[in-house]
């Protein structure tokens, strides 16, 4: 008997709504939601291959102990017993710092690790506690806790109202758009164009998104904060700067206008690669054109100057006037308030034991994590607790993280794939899959393009013998931390007894004598609710500081001259500069087992630009060994001129060869881990994010050794 159930792709930050049909067990069909109001019908190619994460026979669906070389299949008790202990013992031995814990970017798309993992792992209260975010956003985060005085309060741009979208480091139509959910993005990137407005995109790579803007222009790689700095000190010297509605709140003018006085656009021209006059140009057209935005993503934030250049984004925004103004850079209004939910974020309040890189938001970065655990001394990682995550190919210096996995004392893994990562662990959790639990978004909300509520329930019920990702996190919290009584209310009505509460407390909440959201209205309305376009917020909504905007913040201020220096580092004769590259059918790495998505000509190549192949002997195809102070792989070079000559790009996620993993599919696919080469001493040291961007490389013809 086939049924026809409402979902959510949670695979990307778009959050497409789905409509899936089911005959039996088997999912017999996935397509857009047509009355989702967010995505209304669009769907990209990964949303059929939830199905076949579904029934992927690869997937893990009771937990595993490590026996021997081999694993064996354990009951849940016995294997909760077994972590608790070993987990117990360690902080006992060597106190609770010793467990370190990650969660992946599979965390953020997860309500029960949102509401229930975040909070059970921070209560371990370890300070080895590491997430995706210092290897993505956190510039963004940094630049919100500091200016808006919230972590998340993070704008986006208007993009169904906005004229003019600068677009630095980020391939939306590939991506589909980050720190921004907005499904369908390439046809929002149409729509301004429609409507008489200009797309500009500024990439090392003349991506595909190029093709959905008005204008490319070639940067090269981590000199975007040079280029915002020059173009904020055009807006001072032509009296372009009009904050309008926010002028009267804001702080640091004067130290914003000296520090950009340092970088005329001629400097800048010089470091970039983008004419001065064009500079000029682009910082007038910011201020002339009323609905207008300037945005950047993760070329811009992992990169070495990532947190300056993420700072600049939003003072750009705010110096023109467009800043928490329709078609500007707007903030959401999320039905459930996460902003309310969560902590404001810290900063350095303590710092890693190697290297003394800060903490922010209670975690330290990810680039940290391999030297924790492989530098012997007092206060080592021992133990390791992954949810939603593949350090060992998503971190920098990957290779490292490997080699240092297996010296750790216990390792446990809350992952439904016996992957590069959780190999190395002693017990596997594996949680339910994307179709067999409910969702409601409840972090990406907050940066949506438009507001909007959705919640759907599982579209399979889990078996009696799976658990999900937050019953798991429940139950580990109890047997680690005690209380068990107390932890299990908590847990009998599931993240929707946290959601019901949150939404009605929220902007839009059912309350006495208004109508209004609830979840029992959400879960009457299975395609989502409308909410209507982004709002303006502030000075509402500045957190915990007032009502002004300090646009210079010391910490800045204090960074500028590391970009200085960074400058006037010289560069060796023959490098090349290697950035990364996303696919519409990858999904970082875990997505890979999918025969319909890695179907086709093999995607994890190099590309080289032609000048730069002729002066190495390559040839389209060839294979060629591209090295690092950290290491080498050898990947078939793929020639382009959309790439600006002296770089080089490779897709992350790929190096599916390791042995001892179970992912069939992938294994013939594998690739080589463009993270094998990155270096993980190579940070933003402003934030500590992963400098995966601008990395030097070498490259020669032929195969290693
Ligand atoms: N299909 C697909 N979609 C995804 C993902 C995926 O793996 N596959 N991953 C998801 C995740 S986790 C995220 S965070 C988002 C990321 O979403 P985006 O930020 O849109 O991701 P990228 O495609 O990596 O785009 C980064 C761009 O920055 C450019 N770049 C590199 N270095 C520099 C630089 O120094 N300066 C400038 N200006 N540009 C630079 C690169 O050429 C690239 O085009 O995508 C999400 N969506
Ligand atoms: N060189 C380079 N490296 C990069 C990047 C880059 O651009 N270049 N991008 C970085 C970015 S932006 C990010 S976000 C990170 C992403 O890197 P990770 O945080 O490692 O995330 P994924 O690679 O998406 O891996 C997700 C993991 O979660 C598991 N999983 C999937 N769904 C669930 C679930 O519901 N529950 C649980 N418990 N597990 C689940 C999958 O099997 C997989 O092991 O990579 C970073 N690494
Ligand atoms: S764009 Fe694709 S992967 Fe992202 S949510 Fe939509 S269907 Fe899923
Ligand atoms: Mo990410």
Known sequence: MTSTHQHTCTLCEATCGITVTVDGDRVTDIRGDEHDPLSRGYICPKATALADVHHDPDRLRRPLVKQGDGWREAGWDEAFDLVARRLNAIRRAHGKDAVATVVGNAGAHNLGILLYGIPFLRALGSRNTYSSHSLDGLPHLFAAKHLFGHQLLIPVPDLDRTDLLICLGANPAVSNGSFLTAPNIKARLKGIRQRGGRVVLIDPRRTESAAHASEHLFIRPGTDAVLLLAMVRVLFAEGLVRPGRLASRLDGMAELRAAANDYPPEVAAEATGI????????????????????????????????????????????????????????????????????????????????????????????????????????????????????????????????????????????????????????????????????????????????????????????????????????????????GGRLLRLLGRGGPEAMLAPALRAGPYGLRKGRRGISLGMLRRRPHGVDLGPLRRMLPGRLAGKGTRIDLAPHPYLADLPRLREGLAAPRGEDELILIGRRQLRSNNSWMHNSPRLVKGKPRCTLLVHPEDARGRGLAEGDLATLSSTVGEITVPVELTDSIMPGVVSLPHGWGHGRKGTRLRVAAEHAGVSMNDITDDTRVDRLTGTAAFSGLRVRLRAGTGG
């Open 275 to 482: 004419p001065a006059e064009r500079i000029r140009e682009l910082a007038r057209e910011l201020a002339r054109t009323p609905r207008a935005a300037v945005y950047g993503r993760v070329g811009v934030t992992t990169q070495e100057f990532g947190g300056l250049a993420a700072w600049l984004l939003v003072v750009l925004n705010v110096l023109t006037g467009h800043l928490d103004e329709p078609g500007g850079s707007m903030f959401g209004t999320p039905a459930a308030d996460i902003i309310g939910l969560a902590k404001p974020g810290s900063f350095g309040t303590f710092r890693s034991r190697v290297r003394g890189l800060p903490e922010f938001g209670g975690e330290l970065p990810m680039a940290a994590l391999a030297e924790e655990i492989d530098t012997p001394g007092e206060g080592r990682v021992r133990a390791l607790l992954t949810v939603g995550g593949n350090p060992v190919l998503s971190a920098p210096n990957g290779a490292r993280l490997d080699a240092a996995l297996p010296g750790l004392d216990f390792m446990v893994a809350i992952d439904f794939y016996l992957n590069e990562t959780s190999r190395h662990a002693d017990v596997i959790l594996p949680p339910t899959a994307q179709l067999e639990r409910s969702h409601y978004e409840l972090a990406l909300a907050a940066m949506s393009v438009r507001n909007v509520a959705r919640y759907v329930p599982p579209v399979f019920r889990r078996g009696h013998d799976q658990r999900h990702d937050w019953e798991i996190c429940l139950e580990l919290a109890s047997r680690i931390l005690g």
